[in-house]
């Protein structure tokens, strides 16, 4: 009877092992049918096998802004659902436009990154004359005033037409979609999840902070919903939860989805971080699929 027990002792703590494993590994591949493809969500850690590539289509979209045409990328996969949009809004940051990439050409969405010769700041000219904004602060008309103001002129011909912009950005990409994902790359020290910690530089924007010390403060989920706030602290991630309701009105992309009631997480890391966007991607991808 001992000499049975031991035999089988072994082979119970394999399938324990195997079995503990395949639960607690928060990437363990899923498959789900979406019409006739067959998707599988996989860490880029894992092998390629099996994984089938969804097709990316690029088209360039120009709109005008002034005398200068802003071109917009639009990188669609050849799979509709998830409807998810993913936005870069600023051209310096190419680690998330990288990561996205990777994700979307496995998952499905839409990418849709603003054009601006690499440059984190936009300029345009309207008669004659150069202006200067962030593409992160448009999206409110307070926003857009203290942001022209604070790369030079301001001038309200030159404000009507950033607003016009904004809200053709708003009409053919953000209405339609289920979720808006905003993608941004920071630099190491500066603005992190610690950023909004009480008593700093957005302390006062934010309901709920959670973080894990043993992670980059660097690489953190910033939402607008207190639902998606609770996915990723619950498993230990980086997350800021906006207070819609006294956030400082910058003209910001989460400002204005708090205010419109538009379901929206910022996945931001640090530039050159593509393989943690890559997976702060793919865990947003498995945490809030069935939501
Ligand atoms: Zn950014």
Known sequence: MKKITNSIFPLFCVIGCLLITNCSTPDSSKIENSGSSQIIPTSSAQSNIGIKKIELKEEVVPIKLGETEIKVVVNKSSVAFPVYLYFNMHDNENTAVEATKEII????????????????????????????????????????????????????????????????????????????????????????????????????DAKLVFINPNTDADDFFFVT??????????????????????????????????????SYINVESEHNHLKEQVKMLEVLQDLIKNL
């Open 105 to 204: 050409s496995k998952n499905g969405g839409t990418l849709i990154e603003l054009q601006a010769d690499g440059q984190r700041l936009i300029k345009f000219s309207l008669n004659k004359k150069q202006y200067t904004f962030d593409p992160n602060r448009i999206f409110t008309d307070i926003g857009i005033k203290k942001t022209l103001d604070n790369y030079g002129d301001y001038a309200p011909e030159a404000q009507k037409e950033v607003s016009n912009f904004a809200n053709k950005l708003a009409k053919d990409y953000f209405q339609n979609s289920k979720l808006l994902v905003a993608v941004h790359n920071n630099t190491e020290g500066n603005y992190s999840i610690k950023s909004y910690e009480k008593g700093q530089e957005f302390g006062n």
């Open 225 to 262: 919903e207190e639902k998606f706030y609770k996915l990723f602290s619950e498993k230990n991630y980086n997350v800021a939860l906006q207070d819609n309701e006294k956030v400082t009105d910058d003209g910001s992309l989460s400002v204005y989805c708090g205010y419109k009631k538009i």
